[in-house]
């Protein structure tokens, strides 16, 4: 009898640990990051967003339209305040532009300049390229999974031009949306943080439609962007991503 359920004990024990790594083994997890990274584009998408920057200074609330194709191309530019109105930024593949209407100059951001603040924010040039090639650019390990969200580490792979020395992904299982990405420099200190809320579901993605970033060398600064109005799958093609676009002339 006690042999009897020692067998038993030992054949749960084995199901579940199998069920187990049958589960982590089961996670594509560059698919899930590329997932993550690329909630707010899909295909193409049309969104504008409120975008407010506080620091220690001075506070700055934007409002934005935006365009995307892709992994590619992104185009933005600012309707409010009036004074900042027709800033645009245009990112192509791994090359981006700003317009500065008040000089009526296009300017190229060079890659010495890709570390700099975008639209004065805690976001910078490089996130803006970068973004979407986390998946390509890091090796993952799943560090933790639980019954609610999974806890994702990336490392930069050996060639990789990145800036960060790791990024640790917090998702939600259930929405597959992440609710915290952690971000450390090449020593390993963390340096950022990024929280995601307001979770909703529009043209059936569900999005957590505000992101607020946190610079954590500065606790009181932080950046935070709301999405207000958000469409997917538009008919968008390359051509709206151009030079003369990034300046209101097609």
Request: charged share 25%; net charge negative; no cysteine.
């Amino acid at each position: 009898m006690r042999i009897t359920i020692y067998f038993k004990t030992l054949l749960l024990s084995s199901l579940i640990l199998f069920g187990s790594v049958v589960s982590t083994l089961a996670i594509d997890l560059p698919e899930l990051i590329r997932t993550v990274e690329q909630q707010y584009t899909g295909q193409s998408s049309i969104s504008e967003v409120e975008m407010t920057v506080v620091t220690g200074h001075w506070e700055r609330h934007l409002k934005m339209e935006s365009w995307s194709l892709g992994r590619e191309r992104f185009l933005v530019r600012i309707l409010a305040p009036v004074k900042e109105k027709g800033v645009a930024t245009l990112k192509v593949e791994n090359e981006v532009w700003n317009f500065l209407p008040k000089v009526d100059r296009v300017i190229r951001i060079p890659p010495s300049m890709m570390g700099g603040a975008w639209m004065g924010s805690h976001i910078t040039n490089d996130d803006l390229v970068k973004a979407n090639h986390i998946d390509q650019d890091y090796d993952f390990t799943l560090l933790e999974e639980t019954n609610e969200s999974w806890r994702i580490e990336g490392i930069p792979k050996p060639d990789a031009p990145v800036i960060w020395g790791k990024i640790i992904y917090q998702i939600r299982k259930k929405q597959l949306v992440p609710s915290r990405i952690d971000y450390f420099d090449e020593e390993g200190i963390q340096v950022r943080q990024i929280l995601f809320d307001d979770v909703q579901t529009v043209s059936g993605r569900t999005i957590p439609l505000k992101m607020t970033v946190l610079p954590l060398e500065d606790p009181n600064e932080k950046t935070v962007m709301h999405y207000r109005k958000l469409q997917f799958d538009v008919d968008l093609r390359e051509d709206f991503f151009s030079l003369g676009n990034l300046k209101g002339r097609r």
